[in-house]
Nanobody, 127 residues
Framework: QVELVESGGGSVQAGGSLRLSCGPS????????MAWFRQTPGKEREGVAT????????YVADSVKGRFTISQDNAKNMLYLQMNGLKPEDTAMYYC????????????????????WGQGTQVTVSS
């Protein structure tokens, strides 16, 4: 079932910026961990950034560190991914994910740790 909805994807030139948004599609329940993943054809889903929502603690993958920022608006139950300095290798389908259980090691990396997903939004970066 689709419990999250992403938006904000599109096509941009290298060096450009995009902001992805994610929100609940219906019933809202506790999501102690949320994350952004991305996937290209033939590859496993890759974690981009995660956030422990109660404290706002964030974790960002080395590949996007310094360029991407994950943030949230708890009052609106929204999750964001600000992407700056986009590169062609950032081209992928981006997914929003949530975990309903609190306990999760490290920065809660790994697609298998998340139980709610959006349908994805495409990001294409041209050079």
């Amino acid at each position: 079932q689709v419990e999250l909805v992403e938006s904000g994807g599109g096509s941009v030139q290298a060096g450009g910026s995009l902001r992805l948004s994610c929100g609940p599609s219906g019933y809202t329940y506790s999501r102690p961990w949320m994350a952004w993943f991305r996937q290209t054809p033939g590859k496993e889903r890759e974690g981009v950034a995660t956030i422990y929502t109660a404290a706002g603690t964030t974790y960002v993958a080395d590949s996007v560190k310094g360029r991407f920022t994950i943030s949230q608006d708890n009052a609106k139950n929204m999750l964001y991914l600000q992407m700056n300095g986009l590169k062609p290798e950032d081209t992928a389908m981006y997914y929003c994910a949530a975990r309903s259980r609190l306990l999760c090691g490290g920065g809660c990396w790994g697609a298998e740790k998340y139980n709610s997903w959006g349908q994805g939004t495409q990001v294409t970066v041209s050079s």
